[in-house]
Nanobody, 127 residues
Framework: QVTLVESGGGSVQAGGSLRLSCIASGYTYNVGCMAWFRQAPGKGREQVARINWRDGGTYYGDSVQGRFTISQDTTTNVVHLQMDILKPEDTAMYYC????????????????????WGQGTQVTVSS
């Protein structure tokens, strides 16, 4: 079992920045890939970024490419999501997720690819 706890959400004006963190605990040796998803009111869950736990390989959604950066600290089992140049459309609940298999360009792109989930942290961007 892997437990994920997110932090760092909040309210910010458009153009601002926030940094989300996700702490993984439990059977973290079983983690191959971690990701951030988001869900806006009335919409489905969308993957923002994912990172391979062992080699640090990263993949980003088109809507955040160039503005968001996912990173990891394997010594403390923490994954960060640095969000810059935030837009009102980035407003959503952000979730951390983990899976045992590593991710590739196609593997790990979907919500159902991940079996472990955090409770989420709210990000609100005002115009």
């Amino acid at each position: 079992q892997v437990t994920l706890v997110e932090s760092g959400g909040g309210s910010v004006q458009a153009g601002g920045s926030l940094r989300l963190s996700c702490i993984a605990s439990g059977y973290t040796y079983n983690v191959g890939c971690m990701a951030w998803f988001r869900q806006a009111p009335g919409k489905g869950r969308e993957q923002v970024a994912r990172i391979n736990w062992r080699d640090g390989g990263t993949y980003y959604g088109d809507s955040v490419q160039g503005r968001f950066t996912i990173s990891q600290d394997t010594t403390t089992n923490v994954v960060h999501l640095q969000m810059d140049i935030l837009k009102p459309e980035d407003t959503a609940m952000y979730y951390c997720a983990a899976r045992a298999l590593f991710c590739t360009v196609v593997a790990g792109a979907r919500e159902l690819d991940f079996g472990y989930w955090g409770q989420g942290t709210q990000v609100t961007v005002s115009s």
